[in-house]
């Protein structure tokens, strides 16, 4: 993989571990990450079977405190802050003032007057510029701590066997946030994660990454963790049905066109960057991001853009496509006319000049079974 013309990418602070290990490296919004270690399939049967560990500290994050705060970034990002309490997170987005998607991130309240922001690499210098413009003088401050701060994710059915070995810490509830000590240093812990399995994951200053990554492997050992890149987080968000910003989450697209109205209040007494646009945009949206699977195991891996058909016409494109071990065949996500997008739906998608039959699933494509006892 190649760096963005012009650019030097940075390194994370796991740079040199994950060159020791054996990672394939290659370049990602501007950080050099590991691709993989052994393989793509290999590290997603890792996370799905027993656990995997992915840095993640190209991701951004964003501390913002004040006695205004949540005031201040309910005026901001979409979804209804003071719903929150301390300890949760909650999904949110940031828009344009037409209602585009300039990001999505999760948001963590640790405390009435303190939360942390955890947005995307690909839109966080953009994220960190908009926020920044919007700061009143005196009572928020927005503290930037990429390139300071890194982040690690365990994902999987082990994972809170490992950091119980390491934290000695039981399993938080989902989607909230704990502060612990690591060698005489604090970082937070939070059950949530992007692979549809259950998991954490850490935040944690920079000076400390190397010691909880070598930590954090070595307890794995007996639980099946193994290292893992991003190309097996890639196949394990698809088969969840995750979005993905600046592929499947554009500035060209709503939140009502992707599906995210769970993301968005309207009724909060705040008026965010993009409101008026929604409201007017509700009822006309044209296109809806669907989960598709191929009906044939042979299917090749459509491309963003590879265009979808239903009954010979044109009714959308594809976003992204990839190989699903859990599925066995080909799955993807893309924009569909609203009237065609329909759960069970036959559609074809154009794939080096031909056309191979897919089928319009509910999302998420993969769940983990229940196990009934």
């Known amino acids: 993989m190649i760096a963005p013309s012009g650019s030097v990418p940075f390194t994370t602070f796991l740079y040199n571990r994950h060159i020791e290990l ?43 405190e004040g006695p205004k705060a949540m005031e201040w970034l309910n005026g901001i990002l979409t979804n209804d802050l003071s719903l929150l309490k301390d300890s949760e997170s909650q999904y949110h987005l940031i828009l344009s003032e037409s209602g585009g998607i300039i990001d999505d991130l999760i948001l963590y309240r640790i405390g009435s007057s303190s939360y942390l922001l955890v947005v995307n690499a690909c839109a966080s210098e953009k994220d960190y510029s908009l926020l920044h413009g919007y700061l009143p003088f005196g009572d928020v401050s927005l503290i930037d701590n990429r390139r300071k701060w890194g982040c690690i994710a365990i994902q999987g059915p082990t994972s809170w066997n490992v950091l119980k070995e390491v934290f000695s810490l ?14 005489k240093e604090f970082l937070y812990i939070a059950a949530t994660g992007y692979t549809g399995e259950d998991g954490a994951e850490l935040f944690f200053p920079g000076k400390i990454a190397r010691q909880l990554w070598d930590h954090l492997l070595e307890a794995g050992k007996p639980y099946g963790l193994l290292p893992c890149g991003l190309a097996s987080r ?52 044209q296109t809806l991001l669907v989960a598709f699977v191929a009906c044939e195991e042979a299917s090749p891996q459509p491309k963003t853009g590879s265009p979808i058909f239903f009954q010979g016409q044109k009714c959308g494109e594809v976003t992204s496509g990839i190989w699903s071990p859990s599925l066995g065949r080909t799955i993807g996500m893309g924009y569909v006319h609203k009237s065609y997008a329909l759960i069970g739906n036959k559609i074809e998608i154009e794939i080096r000049n031909k056309l191979y039959p897919f089928e319009i699933r509910k999302k998420p494509l993969y769940k983990r079974p229940t196990i009934h006892r």
Do not use: C
């Open 22 to 64: 054996g990672a394939y490296m290659g370049t990602y919004s501007g950080w050099w990450m590991p691709i993989y270690y052994t393989s793509a399939i290999k590290e997603h049967q890792a996370v799905r079977e027993n656990s995997g560990i992915f840095d993640l500290s190209h991701m951004g994050q964003f501390f913002v």
């Open 170 to 183: 039981d399993p938080i509830p989902k989607h909230t946030i704990k502060k612990i000590i690591f060698e």
């Open 234 to 285: 890639n196949i394990l968000r698809l088969e969840a049905s995750l979005p993905l910003n600046g592929v499947d989450l554009r500035e060209d697209k709503t939140p009502w066109e992707a599906g995210l109205s769970k993301a968005v209040s309207l009724s909060k007494p705040y008026s965010f960057p993009g409101k008026a646009a929604l409201v007017l945009l509700k009822d006309s949206f």
